[in-house]
Nanobody, 114 residues
């Protein structure tokens, strides 16, 4: 019953911005840590950002100062604001929650290219 649905990806140029959204349902959203991961072709999936139930955040070093994760506990969305995008940010971005095991959305493609 847990469902995570990502949206907001697309093709952009270096320096542009995107805002990703994750719509969550099927669990008590407000008590769980939510996270964004990404996976580029030929690479392992890596943690990009996480946000706890009390809104503390954690970011990968590669995105600090450029990306911001946020949540709306009343309406159950998780956002990832991505600024100053670089070609190395190109990947499929996944929403994640850990409830015993990991749950994932379908992913949304972000491509940064000139």
């Amino acid at each position: 019953q847990v469902q995570l649905v990502e949206s907001g990806g697309g093709l952009v140029q270096p320096g542009d911005s995107l805002r990703l959204s994750c719509a969550a349902s099927g669990f008590i959203f407000s008590i769980y840590t939510m996270a964004w991961y990404r996976q580029a072709p030929g690479k392992r999936r890596e943690l990009v950002a996480a946000i706890t139930s009390v809104a503390s955040t954690n970011y990968a070093d590669s995105v600090k100062g450029r990306f911001t994760i946020s949540r709306d506990n009343a309406k159950n969305p998780v956002y990832l604001q991505m600024n100053s995008l670089k070609p190395d940010d190109t990947a499929v971005y996944y929403c994640n929650v850990q409830i015993l095991g990991d749950y994932w959305g379908q992913g949304t493609q972000v491509t940064v290219s000139s």
